[in-house]
Structure formats: C-alpha cells, structure tokens
C-alpha cells in the first residue's frame, strides 16, 4: 500500500521524506490556503522533495479553463498529478490529460458510480473522501469496498486513493480492502507508529539495560 501525506506544509512532507515511508503527496486548495505560500512555488518545491505523485489542483469548473490550468501545473515538475473535481467537465478534461501522459487524480469521489466513471475516463488515480462520507452518516469505508469490487471486475487499472482520512483505523480498513494509496495528514502517519507496549517495552529493557552496566561499541 503507498503512503501519501495530505498537506502542503513543506516541513512536515521533508520530515516525513526522510523516513522513506512517503509514495506521494496530496494538497488542495484549502491546504494551499491553510500554508499560507504561493500555490506554484509551494507545489515546485515539494516535487522537488518527493518524487512520487504530487497532486496539484485545478480551481477551474470549465473544461477549457481547467486545461488552461492543468498547463501550468504539468509544466512544474513531471510528478505533478493534476487533480480534477468529479464533475463532467473534469472527467473529460481527465481523458485529454491523461491520453497525453499526464497523471490525474479525480477527487471529491462520494459514490462508486462516480468512481466507476473516473476509471472510464483513464484515472490514474480516484479519491473516495471517507472521512466527509462518514461526517454525513454513510459508510466511507463501504464506499472502498464497492470500488475495489467494481475496478477488479473490469480490470481498471485506476488506483484507489483513500483520502480525508481521520484516524488510524481508516487506514487499517482501507488496507484491508486492498486499496491501493492512503492519504493521510501528517499527524495521522505518525501515529501509526504508535502503541503503548512499544514504549513500555523499550523502557523495561533500557531499564534492565542500564543494570548490565555495559555499552555497546
Ligand atoms: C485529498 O486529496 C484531500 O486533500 C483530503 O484528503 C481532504 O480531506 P479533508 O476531508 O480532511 O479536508
């Protein structure tokens, strides 16, 4: 399963870099916003820190407008993925872009329907929101399901980004389902490395450790 970060704070994707645990990085306007820099520079200096995906949205709700856009963005770095609302028009903007070898991420995804017209439209990658289906009292994580279901059946080869992901258990379940990216903000990756027997244990055998009385060198 790939791991991607959900943020545009370029100190959390170069900390999370280092660890060699991160595939890609998702932003959105919203998390352009919340950085507080300039959407290009900010987007070119993450390509140059990741080189896997680095999804960079379109603000345009027209076809022509959004490939006017999607110029701009492919021309920063060839790990741009540029993403397109679920809509018509970015569905037919996904086909030109991605039959001229540009990577697309189809987001705002909330049904399987949705998603099946995404594969149709030659997505490299489908973002089902499960943490906004959740807020809305439906099932994210059936949403996961019925898609690996119907892009196994046909083949597609449109990967299952997971995203609005809130907690640790969206990403255990996703897994589960075979998803293929999860995205997720950074303080959700970090604590999956967390357990509270982990930390008991390495404090009993440091304890014990110190007792020996010896070094290791
Ligand atoms: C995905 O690409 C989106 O940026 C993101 O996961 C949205 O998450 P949110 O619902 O927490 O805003």
Redesign the pocket.
């Known amino acids: 399963m790939k791991f991607f970060v959900?943020t545009a704070d370029v100190n959390d994707i170069r900390e999370l870099a280092e660890t060699g645990l991160l595939d890609g990085v998702?932003?959105?306007p919203?998390?352009i916003h919340k950085a507080g820099r300039d959407f290009l520079d900010v987007v070119k200096e993450i390509c140059a820190i990741v080189p896997g995906p680095v999804?960079a949205e379109v603000v345009a709700l027209d076809h022509e407008t959004m490939m006017k856009e999607a110029e701009i963005l492919r021309k920063i770095a060839d790990n741009v993925a540029v993403?397109v609302p679920l809509t018509l028009e970015g569905l037919k903007t996904c086909r030109k872009l991605t039959s001229d070898g540009t990577m697309v991420?189809v987001?705002l995804c909330f049904s399987a329907n949705q998603a099946l017209l995404a594969a149709k439209a030659g997505a490299t990658f489908v973002?089902p929101?499960v943490?906004?289906h959740d807020d809305v009292g439906f099932d994210g994580m059936q949403l996961i399901s019925d898609i690996r279901l119907i892009y196994d059946n046909y083949d597609y080869g449109t990967e299952i980004?997971v995203?609005?992901?809130?907690h640790p258990i969206h990403v255990l379940e996703s897994a589960k389902l075979g998803a293929d990216v999860a995205?997720m903000?950074p303080a959700v990756i970090r604590q999956l490395v967390k357990h509270p027997l982990t930390d008991k244990g390495i404090e009993g055998f440091l304890a014990d450790w110190a007792k020996t009385g010896q070094k290791i060198s």
């Open positions: 959900d998702t932003t959105n919203s998390l999804s993403k991420n987001t973002s929101f943490g906004r980004l995203a609005s992901v809130r995205t903000p």
